[in-house]
């Protein structure tokens, strides 16, 4: 009976029927204390907004098993939610401690750690994975996007012997997002601009601006379904960022009547 209400429980909430799956995972902890169920519960709480009695919960979950890996991805949603980006790195920090192969645990790690400028874990997460994600179903171009931005701040800040490893690892991830995701405009104006801040910080300032234009030229093809408001962002950042290193003023209200377009 309880194997039935935990899957019945799991449809109705992947089903989006939240109050439903809360008002199952609910009956079977009048009966018992189990730990899906209050997971399950959990995750139906902070759907419904109810953080505070999510996170105490999850904690003293955790408290009883620390490797109950999957209470730390909520509870992580839940400070994100809340915008306490450090607390919820630090949870996820704990939790690819525990469980360091999980791809898409990593990922949302090194999203959260670059909020944060958090560069070198995000550059750990970011590598770490770019390397679990290959040839796997969760390969994603994020994974590789986030990993070459992470990878910025050792190409302008780090060693001599740490830009080479980051160089031939930001090549490694434009070539992945340049071949495997071609036919996708949007993926390809976020490679470009990142292949153009790449040649800043190599002091190839005529590559950075040719990168640039194309992504210009991309920027204006995509309609406003296709460009993120992040992706517009990105484009206005590496405008400024670009236009800073060649020390010349690039066309900024062409770029601004370009954004608008799009």
């Not at 909520?74 to 690819?96: G, P």
Request: proline fraction near 1%; include cysteine.
């Amino acid at each position: 009976a309880l194997n039935t209400l935990k899957i019945k429980g799991k449809l109705l909430y992947d089903q989006g029927d939240i109050q439903a799956a809360h008002d199952i995972y609910l009956s079977v902890l009048d009966t018992r204390e189990i730990p899906w169920a209050i997971l399950g519960y959990c995750r139906c709480l902070v759907d419904l907004g109810q953080f505070e009695e999510a996170t105490k919960k999850l904690e003293a979950l955790i408290q009883i098993n620390e490797h109950y890996i999957e209470c730390y991805d909520v509870l992580a949603n839940i400070y994100y939610q809340q915008n306490q980006t450090t607390k919820s790195q630090e949870i996820l920090e704990r939790a690819t401690q525990i469980s360091p192969k999980a791809i898409l645990r990593q990922a949302n790690l090194c999203h959260i750690a670059l909020e944060n400028k958090d560069w070198s874990v995000a550059t750990k997460a970011g590598s770490k994975s770019a390397q679990l994600s290959k040839n796997s179903c969760h390969a994603s171009s994020d994974i590789h996007i986030n990993y070459v931005k992470a990878l910025q701040d050792t190409l302008k800040n780090g060693t001599y012997r740490d830009k080479l490893i980051a160089n031939t690892d930001v090549e490694k991830s434009l070539q992945t997002l340049k071949k495997d995701y071609a036919h996708n405009k949007s993926v390809q104006m976020h490679r470009l601009l990142l292949e153009s801040e790449t040649c800043i910080h190599q002091k190839k300032t005529r590559q950075a601006a040719e990168a640039f234009e194309q992504a210009k030229t991309l920027h204006q093809q995509l309609d406003g379904e296709e460009l993120s408001e992040e992706s517009t962002q990105l484009f206005e950042e590496q405008l400024a960022s670009l236009s800073t290193a060649m020390n010349i003023p690039l066309a900024t209200e062409s770029a601004k009547t370009d954004t608008s377009t799009a």
